[in-house]
């Protein structure tokens, strides 16, 4: 980003918007089927190791 090159915060972008699409898509298919909140838990827990593993870089 230090490059003020645009195509790295499109690809940023695209890549979030990806993200959030399929988070919500699997959401909406764990609520039809009945299991969200075992899998909330799971996903939660899955991303905060995620984050905790980044920031100690």
Not at 13 to 42: C, D, M, Q, S, V
């Amino acid at each position: 980003f230090n490059a003020r090159e645009i195509l790295g915060l499109e690809l940023a972008t695209i890549h979030n918007l990806r993200f959030y699409l399929n988070l919500t898509n699997t959401a909406r298919e764990k609520i039809i089927e009945g299991n969200f909140l075992e899998w909330k838990e799971k996903i939660i827990s899955k991303l905060t190791v995620n984050v905790n593993l980044n920031m100690e870089k």
